[in-house]
């Protein structure tokens, strides 16, 4: 294998990717850790197998109930929001980010001026968002909007 200069693990080639879609098919057999998270002090492993699942069967409800609109996203980092912003990157609707650190204000503005047709929170960083905007969803309800394949 090549090596990189000044660096302690090996180079590997990668295949050329074309889209965000394929990168998250790169590896969806495989049953290895993607991701390790916490939950009321346990640990949660998902593998690229799950991600990719839970990635497509989000992209699907999205599908479903918004075709070509703009859906916000807003919170902190969290497996929840990775695989929300996939989805609704993957199912063709545009993924607005809005800044978990800014004031109510602010993300009326951004709303507006976005055409925004729903937003998924946190609910640990957005409380009342649904009295901001009607149509808001807790990204902590992630799995329940999943929609399975048939």
């Not at 200069?5 to 098919?25: Q, S, T, V």
């Amino acid at each position: 294998m090549n090596r990189i200069p000044n660096a302690n693990y090996d180079y590997y080639d990668m295949p050329k990717l074309g889209d965000l879609k394929e990168l998250i098919e790169l590896r969806k057999d495989s049953n290895k850790t993607a991701f390790a998270y916490r939950v009321d002090g346990k640990i949660v492993k998902k593998s690229f197998k799950d991600t990719y699942n839970d990635v497509r069967y989000l992209a699907r409800y999205f599908n479903e109930y918004y075709k070509g609109k703009n859906i916000a996203i807003v919170g902190e980092n969290s497996y929840a929001w990775l695989v929300c912003s996939l989805g609704i990157v993957l199912s063709g609707n545009v993924c607005v980010v809005l800044d978990k650190d800014s004031d109510a204000e602010t993300w009326k503005k951004q709303l507006r001026q976005t055409d925004v047709r729903a937003v998924y929170y946190s609910d640990s960083y957005c409380e009342g968002m649904s009295e901001i905007f009607r149509r808001s969803f807790p990204l902590e309800d992630w799995e329940s909007y999943r929609k399975e394949t048939s």
